[in-house]
């Protein structure tokens, strides 16, 4: 499989194009374009002859947009095509401030949440950056925008996949979504989250990013984590919240803590004494999510007055705290539940 052109950082374009003695100007139109939705074919400004050439080395276009569910709620979730013939989805959420696009990192996951549609089929391999940038403009331009106009206003890489467990490709995305010549993203519109690979924490931490960082944490000890996150069985809460408070100093960014509440589970009093007295000292927000359902797990969601205690007891800790409004249940909104939906009927 040809690499994409979409997967090059700016600056590497640029050496591309300076191999093919192009002008420098020409990097600039082209990542212009590329980042406007358009093909090389569809790039007027560009000599026929460079485009054949390119097109040799490279792809064009990453993925298509192969279906689209529309919730009551305005949520829409897409699955996209990718060239080797895998699928990933994404979400799009509607806000007062505008558009957030949940974006996928790896073609299913591995990390095996014992919560999660998004490893139920295992991971097949992980995206390109320009795989991910792809999402966010079908995206933008789905909703009419583009460079100048961008309709997606937030990313959150929160979709299929481990972020930090496809390290290298994220950061390069990152680093795409920021630069001025395309679409120009501000650090702190650009949200990921792990659930908790401590040595790339570190790791990102120390590029000095202004990224906000959200943790999957959901339990608020090593015995409940390790029953529903593998990743537990590597790093302990302890060693994983002293790699947060290294993120939030380093980048004087707050740390987001995802919290998916699961009756009888890790909703409890006694949990949320635990969580308070654990993360009282991180500059943080915790974010409570009630358990979106997957037809494939055993788990429930909790009451209203079971997510309304959890937060009364985080709040008289000074701990400041919001509680998801629940999206696009309707559409298959969990991560993962639509291509796994998709990979069932397929495989039939």
Do not use: W
């Not at 940038?133 to 106009?149: C, D, E, H, P, W």
């Not at 993203?185 to 790791?203: A, F, H, P």
């Not at 120390?206 to 069985?233: E, F």
């Not at 997957?294 to 959890?310: H, L």
């Amino acid at each position: 499989m040809k690499e994409s052109l979409l997967s090059l950082t700016f600056e590497k374009l640029q050496e591309v194009l300076k191999e093919l003695n192009e002008p420098k100007f020409r990097a600039e139109q082209i990542f212009l374009e590329l980042h406007n939705g358009k093909t090389l074919d569809e790039m007027t400004n560009i000599p026929k002859r460079l485009v054949e050439v390119l097109r040799e080395r490279f792809d064009d276009t990453s993925l298509n947009i192969i279906k689209e569910q529309k919730s009551s709620d305005g949520t829409r979730k897409f699955l996209y095509s990718l060239n080797d013939g895998n699928v990933i989805e994404g979400v799009l959420m509607e806000y007062k401030f505008g558009y957030t696009l949940c974006v996928s990192t790896q073609v299913g996951c591995r990390m095996n949440c014992k919560f999660c549609a998004s490893c139920l089929d295992g991971k097949v391999r992980d995206l390109s950056a320009g795989e991910m940038i792809s999402q966010v403009i079908k995206a933008n331009t789905f909703l009419g925008g583009n460079v100048k106009n961008r309709k997606v206003t937030n990313i959150v890489l929160m979709g299929s996949g481990e972020p930090l467990d496809n390290y290298d490709n994220v950061v390069d995305f990152l680093t795409i979504a920021n630069d001025k010549h395309g679409l120009n993203y501000s650090d702190r519109n650009l949200s990921l989250s792990t659930c908790g690979i401590v040595k790339n924490i570190y790791r990102l931490a120390d590029l000095n990013r202004q990224v906000n960082l959200c943790i999957s944490l959901h339990a608020p000890d090593d015995s409940t984590r390790r029953l529903l996150m593998p990743i537990a069985n590597s790093c302990s809460i302890n060693e994983l919240l002293d790699a947060c408070r290294y993120y939030a100093k380093k980048t004087n960014r707050r740390i987001l803590f995802e919290y998916i509440l699961i009756d009888k589970v890790n909703s409890s009093r006694e949990m949320a004494l635990n969580l308070a007295k654990k993360i009282s000292n991180i500059n943080c927000i915790v974010n409570l999510i009630n358990y979106n359902p997957v037809e494939e797990r055993d788990f429930k969601p909790c009451s209203k007055e079971e997510v309304d205690n959890f937060a009364k007891v985080l709040k008289s800790y000074n701990i400041n705290v919001t509680t998801r409004r629940s999206l696009g249940k309707d559409i298959d909104g969990a991560c993962g539940q639509l291509r796994h939906k998709y990979l069932k009927e397929k495989n039939r």
